[in-house]
């Protein structure tokens, strides 16, 4: 069974920056990111990063928030900088294996707010 350990959320002022991070348990993944989910509104995609360095963001945070990963580690980071309070979401870490199996943290807060 894959396990999935989330850290890194919390409450930050507009402009500020946090950095979440998630280790995955077990094998290698083809897949590693983010998702978040507004309150009242559908989980969506915010950057995801394949085993070959290829990425996938959304265009709201592009030029923002920065993924990375550590495949020794079997570690995917989000740096987030410029927060807005519309990044307020529960963020979940996703990874996919290559057979196609995903699995998903059990989300992390993070609130942008003065």
Known sequence: QVQLAES???LVQPGGSL????T????????MGWYRRAPGQQRELVAVRTAG???????SVK????ISRDNAK??????M??????????????VRTAGGN?????GTQVTVSS
């Open 102 to 106: 995903e699995y998903w943290g059990q």
């Open 81 to 94: 900088n410029s927060l807005k309070p519309e990044d307020t979401a529960v963020y979940y870490c996703y």
């Open 63 to 66: 030029g923002r928030f920065t």
């Open 53 to 59: 360095g290829n990425t996938e963001r959304a265009d």
């Open 24 to 31: 995955a348990s077990g094998r290698i993944f083809s897949r």
């Open 74 to 79: 079997n570690t995917v980071y989000l740096q």
């Open 19 to 22: 950095r979440l991070s998630c």
């Open 8 to 10: 890194g959320g919390g």
